[in-house]
């Protein structure tokens, strides 16, 4: 995630949010991220993806800011900075995890009293991965591609992940997760990130953390 500075709006018109999404596509392909759940909010952002590449997530977050900074600026007749600092992340462990940070993800226009239904938000991935719109920049993963053999199935069955709302226990543990960059997962995951990173990697503070900015990152592709 990545949030305005002073949790301003980055986003104050439709074509605001569809020129997000353009420079999105365009610097998640030059950045071989892939794209598997997004929300644009009037004040942050979420993203689920996949890097390729070491690098390639903070490369993505550089250029888009740049990119979309300099086109507000140039829309609104404005100086200056747009984002507040730095985006945040974590590791999950996809195979467990990934669908649920989906339902994150997508469900936050709900959660904030925004739209009854995740349906309802036009600037979410919900509609590609529930409904079947087409769009170019959601790549599904292995783990969403299992919930059924064809693309009806898969979409019938997402659905059905909706039903039920996120419990208190599932929005604390991401939320944790994200204050305290700890990856999302097992303990033996999480050793296994603190080997291949080869640095500590934290663990997960107990309480109700602070809202916070968050990029999920799914481990166990390609430079993940």
Same mark, same amino acid.
């Given at each position: 995630m990545q949030r305005g500075h002073n949790r301003q709006p980055v986003f104050f018109d439709d074509q605001d949010y569809l020129e997000y999404l353009?420079?999105?596509?365009?610097? *998640?392909?030059?950045?071989?991220?892939?794209?598997?759940?997004?929300?644009?909010m009037t004040n942050h952002i979420h993203l689920l993806l996949t890097p390729g590449t070491g690098g390639s997530v903070s490369r993505l977050f550089q250029e888009c800011g740049r990119q979309y900074v300099g086109y507000i600026n140039r829309t609104?007749?404005?100086?200056? +900075?747009?984002?507040?600092?730095?985006?945040?992340?974590?590791?999950?462990? *996809?195979e467990?995890?990934?669908? +649920?940070?989906?339902?994150?993800?997508?469900?936050?226009?709900?959660?904030?009293?925004?739209?009854?239904?995740p349906r309802h938000y036009r600037w979410s991935s919900y509609a590609v991965n529930a409904l079947g719109e087409e769009n170019c920049i959601v790549s599904p993963r292995e783990e969403y591609l299992r919930l059924g053999q064809t693309r009806l199935q898969r979409w019938e069955a997402y659905r059905a992940l909706f039903d039920t709302e996120l419990s208190v226990e599932e929005l604390d543990r991401i939320r944790n997760c994200a204050q305290s960059g700890t990856p999302m997962g097992n303990n033996r995951f999480k050793e296994q990130i603190e080997k291949t990173l080869r640095k500590n990697v934290g663990w997960e503070k107990r309480g109700r953390p602070v809202k916070t900015s968050v990029v999920i990152l799914p481990w166990g592709s390609k430079g993940g």
């Open positions: 353009k420079i999105l596509k365009r610097v *998640s392909d030059a950045c071989r991220c892939a794209i598997h759940a997004y929300v644009l609104y007749r404005r100086r200056g +900075t747009l984002w507040e600092g730095r985006h945040k992340g974590m590791i999950i462990e *996809s467990t995890y990934l669908l +649920t940070c989906m339902r994150y993800i997508e469900l936050n226009p709900v959660r904030a009293g925004m739209v009854a239904r």
